[in-house]
């Protein structure tokens, strides 16, 4: 058996403040361009848990839905007042959800094990060589 972590988060002004509790957490680096136009860095760090340990202790946040490189249509969720983004979800995945790694309040509770959409990664993304690289989305 796993043992339980919990995870908090917020946003940039505060509005919106999560936390997620669950035995189940994976991270990975992405390098589509999709997630570094929504996040406006080289490349985001999703951190994928299961959707019903997730819980918005408070505010609410705005989704914007486009149909990603897998053909798949993906809602990102953002702060409505500071623009922070926060979760990623897939229509595909509805029980579950990728955080932001940037939003947790202690980002070195994860360890992101791989990266995904290598191809599109901008030459001045500097990471570790010998993570394993995936074309598209990892496992
Ligand atoms: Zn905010
Ligand atoms: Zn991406």
Known sequence: MQKMTTLKGGCLCGAVRFQWRGESVSASYCHCLDCRKATGGPYTVGVGVDAAGLTISSGKTKGYT????????ITRQFCPKCGSPL?????VCPDRVWIKAGSLDEPELIKPTHQSWIGKAVPWAYLDRDLPSYAGNGP
């Open 66 to 73: 486009t149909v990603a490189d897998s053909g798949n249509p």
């Open 87 to 91: 979760f990623t979800k897939a229509e």
